[in-house]
């Protein structure tokens, strides 16, 4: 059970972009530059991601070693948010400060600032893409745009991708890549705007007695 709890937290760890190279030894890659209409593309994503308070889905996401994992997504604007996986004691969740990454059974986990990870872009009042982050990849063909952004603050060399349904106008999913091009894919679905969620999703409790046992 100790070593599922341990691979659980650092699949997590993962695909919320703390497992990175130290800073030392993971390169930033180079921005590219946008054309005017690549920019207005990346303006629809931003624009969407400014677009609600609110917002309920599924969620199917898929580790760097190829383990499905799945569940409910709570966003509420600004800053808090909780990945409630189905038939699994890890959560995730955000209080709007801090994100706690935690196995529910035993109460072990850990807390991270939430304006430390790539997560604070999705859940922030507020976000300006193109100011705050760097794009090193862009792409867009069969109504699919993707765009790779390296937030401006992190020092460690990850970077995530955005892929936003052009028709839709919708994110479609997320792929985090950290410091040793480790990947772990999110991928979107039954996405429902609005609505007021209980208080309680958000708080993110661990027992510290339980942590250092």
Request: glycine share 6%.
């Amino acid at each position: 059970m100790l070593k599922y709890l341990q691979v659980a937290l650092l699949t997590a760890l993962v695909a919320l972009g703390f497992m990175a190279a130290p800073a030392s030894a993971a390169a930033k890659i180079p921005p590219i530059a946008l054309n005017a209409e690549q920019q207005q593309s990346v303006r629809r994503i931003n624009d969407f991601i400014n677009s609600f308070q609110s917002m309920k889905c599924t969620f199917n996401q898929v580790s760097a070693k190829g383990t499905l994992t799945s569940g409910t997504l709570y966003i509420s604007k600004p800053g808090k948010l909780r990945f409630d996986y189905a038939n699994n004691p890890l959560l995730i969740v955000s209080d709007g400060r801090w994100l706690t990454i935690k196995d529910r059974a035993h109460e072990r986990g850990d807390q991270f600032p939430l304006s430390s990870t790539p997560l604070r872009l999705v859940v922030a009042p507020q976000v300006d893409l193109l100011a705050e982050t760097d794009v090193i990849a862009f792409d867009s063909h069969d109504g699919l745009t993707s765009v790779s952004l390296q937030d401006k603050k992190d020092s460690l060399g990850g970077y995530i991708t955005l892929i936003f349904d052009e028709q839709l106008k919708q994110l479609q999913q997320w792929v985090v890549v950290d410091g040793k091009d480790r990947r772990t894919t999110v991928q979107l679905s039954n996405i429902e705007f609005g609505g007021k969620f209980d208080p309680k999703l958000f708080i993110g409790e661990i027992n510290r007695e339980a942590k250092k046992n």
